[in-house]
């Protein structure tokens, strides 16, 4: 019965959303960075990133 409540006291979408925003803190922001690193090496925009957005689901950087 404890269980119960605390699902539907803490649904699974509230503890996600903390754990994406980490992830694209510490795994995509860097990724991104080094794929910048592409445009002035090429001395173009080669690799260019939507702005990351949580609520659409989008991808890109935070």
Known sequence: MLWVIATFAFPRSARARPAARVFARN??????????AI???AGV?????????LATGGEGAV
């Open 39 to 41: 445009n002035e090496w």
């Open 27 to 36: 795994e995509l922001v860097p990724l991104q960075a080094q794929f910048m």
């Open 45 to 53: 925009e080669v690799v260019k990133f939507a702005p990351y957005d």
